[in-house]
């Protein structure tokens, strides 16, 4: 720990504020919502704990009925809205974190083969990559979504909802893993450690994964951590063309889709504080992920 205080990589963290501020937006948006249990006043999803007396209620305001007052206010069912956006986090967190880490390790693995075997199973995949880029990721993952949900059974779609976005977002982001991974794939197996594994009769998999694989991590680190921010957004879109989460286990998006229906109508806090939300975790991720990038790569600095 004291080696991690004295290195560079501390000294440029403590001298760049852009970079404090967004790391300790995240890392609290995270605790929020892991904690979201012992935060919230209420749970929004207990049917029990609802009252639809309470609907609408204006942020800090006192119900003309109940009298009861919310620090941001309730959507159209009464739920207090604050414990809604932490409970909405939690799902968006979930479904950003995996599908960036299946993007992730399915990227890495195609780039790292078709840097180190070449030839024609190289020409395939990055011509497969190059057709999905000339495509927003965003319809990638709906035509995924909706091809999978097709495939299922009526009587599991639901439960599988999330396992299904999870899917689809990932496999909609692995092409810019796959690339960097091949890129510096290329320039590690021409260096003179290769080329001694080789003659001390390493296989093809054991030199991938041992000898070139660690050194051509630091770039993915960075752009998982800028994909995170664009799974987030992905789900929320797709949430809010009703193609995500259900309705029943809303996250951010879901909840900007509920809020939209009120907007014009007076209840802008419903549409509102969600949406900042979910923008003070993206801007947050992004300026901290642009940060890293510049700390990692010498050539930037």
Known sequence: MERFFRSDFFYHFRHAPVAIVSFVTIILIILAAIFANFIAPTNPFDPASLNLMNGFTPPLEANEFTGERFLLGTDDQGRDLFSTILYGLRISLFVGLMAVLLAMVMGVLLGLIAGFLGGWIDSVIMRFADIQMTFPSILVAMLIYGVARGIL?????????????????????????????????????????????????????????????????????????????????????????????????????????????????????????????????????????????????????
Do not use: C
């Not at 299904?164 to 450690?193: D, H, M, N, Q």
């Open 153 to 301: 059974p009526p009587e599991v779609r639901y439960e599988m909802s999330i396992v299904v976005l999870i899917i689809s977002i990932g496999l909609s982001e692995w092409v810019p893993f796959a690339r960097t991974v091949r890129g510096s794939t290329l320039v590690e197996k021409e260096k003179e450690y290769v080329t001694a594994a080789k003659m001390i009769g390493l296989t093809r998999q054991q030199i991938m994964l041992r000898h070139i694989l660690p050194n051509v991590l630091s770039p993915v680190l960075v752009i998982a951590t800028i994909t995170f921010a664009l799974a987030i957004i992905a789900e929320a879109t797709l949430s809010f063309l009703g193609v995500g989460v259900p309705s029943t286990k809303p996250s951010l998006g879901t909840l900007i889709r509920i809020g939209q229906d009120f907007l014009f109508s007076g209840e802008w806090w419903i549409l509102l504080f969600p949406a900042v939300t979910l923008l003070a975790l993206a801007l947050s991720i992004n300026l901290f992920g642009d940060w890293l990038r510049d700390i990692l790569n010498p050539k930037l600095k």
